[in-house]
């Protein structure tokens, strides 16, 4: 392989910032409809930051506006690695902000606005990475397919699932892929940290449950409510106490925090009041069923009693127990709720134990002495999953030093997303490295 130039500097990486902040100026919402503003600008800026050192892309739309990107550079060797992002956010809820959502502004060392951390820090990230290879005329060892997605926080049916569907053949070649939530750091002790990367993924059921009733006038006495029928099933899905589910991935994991804390997750420890608080929810989580009702539809008016009443129910499975997780569903909603699947995502696992990941350890040695790697299994799911059906293992290494007092687990869909501007600067040096495979005790 190439080593990268000796005029490459840390200067040289740190465009990052002014990326991100690019990015989240550009206005990404998806509200799951045809009424956000789509990905389109933001996929025409990439690539034009692309274009700016000579790697050429291709636009790729199920629908209008709704953009997918793909770049490729040639390696020195095969397989190829899918390097990838997604371009959409959430919603903001602007009056609930400190700031302006989509400002991108700099305020006591962070960068604040949608989509910092989900995930525009990671498409920086790997622009300013792939940017700094070409003014250095790097190659990279392998070969590395870019994809910058729509979708993503929908069901990717315009992103990544609607890309596999329909341009497969973009993506042969590849046995591995890194993307989001993964590669950020939890401090255990004052010169060590441990970097959690994601080395599978939760499944993902989509319920919708309905109940139907007597109609009738409010006033008069009602025991066939279709609303008091569903609100019970709710509730029993949302108290649910779901059991410890431990797969080889987060086995390992489980095992590898409590050599390096001496705290058992399976215990269920008070994980907020300790090393381990800034990633509580996503570790407790990734352990064990998930089931949340978000949405609840029944009557248009105060004196009627509907005879109609729908619910939504994010479910989250552990991977392996899908079926299972299904059916505890269907007996906790009861026998006259009926439990139709709005969407349906495959749980997936990668080897933790894999070339790759040894090869993130280094990297992150080489900015950070006190690294430790644990992989993981997330409590969520990402665009991993749908490469995940081409056999391509999906690992989450977006690389993050983050200060101690910062709650990682929070700012996912959160009100005052921020990701620190060092933090930023960091993740670039990192993934620069892991990407063109600089000697690792090299400084930049």
């Known amino acids: 392989m190439l080593e990268p130039s000796r005029t490459t500097t840390r200067a040289g990486l740190d465009d990052v910032v002014d990326i991100c902040r690019d990015l989240i100026r550009i206005d990404t919402s998806n509200y799951a409809s045809p009424d956000g503003p789509g990905e389109r600008l933001a996929a025409e800026y990439v690539a ?5 050192v000579g790697i050429e892309s291709r636009i790729y739309e199920a629908e209008k506006r709704r953009s997918n990107l793909v770049a490729t550079l040639s390696g020195r060797s095969r397989p190829g690695l899918l390097v990838h992002g ?5 919603p903001a809820e602007k009056h609930l902000w400190t700031v302006d959502p989509f400002a991108g502004e700099i305020i006591d ?14 498409v920086a990230m790997i622009l300013a990475a792939v940017r700094e ?17 729509a979708d993503e926080e929908n069901d990717t049916s315009l992103g990544s ?19 989001e939530v993964g590669g950020y750091s939890v401090q255990i002790a004052p010169e060590r940290r441990i970097y959690m990367i994601e080395s599978g993924r939760k499944g993902v059921a989509w319920m919708r449950l309905t109940a139907k009733g007597k109609a009738a006038h409010g006033s008069i006495t009602n025991t066939q409510s279709a609303l008091g029928a569903l609100s019970g099933a ?9 059991p410890l589910l431990l797969t080889p991935a987060s086995a390992q994991m489980v095992s590898s925090l409590q050599e390096l804390t001496a705290i058992d997750l399976r215990e269920r420890p008070a994980l907020e009041s300790s090393v381990l608080a800034p990633v509580a929810g996503l570790l407790t989580s990734s352990l064990r069923h998930v089931s949340n009702p978000t949405i609840f539809r029944a009557g248009a008016s105060p004196n009627v009693v509907p005879g109609h009443a729908e619910a939504t129910v994010d479910g989250r499975y552990v991977f392996g127990h899908q079926q299972a997780f299904l059916e505890e569903i269907a007996a906790l909603a009861g026998p006259d709720i009926s439990v139709d699947l709005i969407d349906l995502t495959s749980g997936d696992e990668s080897d933790p ?17 006190g690294a430790s790697v644990v992989p993981y299994n997330s409590s969520a799911s990402t665009d991993n999953a749908s490469f995940a059906e081409m056999g391509i293992q999906g ?39 892991f990407l063109c495979g600089a000697d690792p005790a090299k400084p930049l």
């Open 48 to 52: 034009a930051k692309l274009a700016d």
């Open 86 to 90: 997604h371009l959409d956010v959430v």
């Open 109 to 122: 060392d962070y960068l604040w606005g949608r989509g910092s951390i989900d995930m525009k820090h990671m």
């Open 133 to 149: 290879m070409k003014r250095n005329g790097v190659i990279p060892e392998r070969d590395l397919v870019l994809a910058f997605l």
């Open 161 to 179: 699932r609607w890309m596999v569907q329909n341009h497969r053949e973009l993506f042969d070649g590849c046995t591995e892929a890194i993307s």
């Open 234 to 242: 709710i509730s029993r899905i949302a108290d649910h106490e779901w």
């Open 353 to 369: 134990r894999s070339d790759l990941v040894g090869q993130m350890q280094e990297a992150l040695l080489s900015e950070d002495a």
């Open 395 to 433: 690992y989450g290494f977006a690389p993050l030093k983050l200060p101690t007092d910062y709650s990682f687990s929070s700012m996912f869909h959160g009100v005052d997303e921020r990701v620190p501007v060092e933090a930023l600067k960091f993740g670039a040096r990192v993934l620069y490295r």
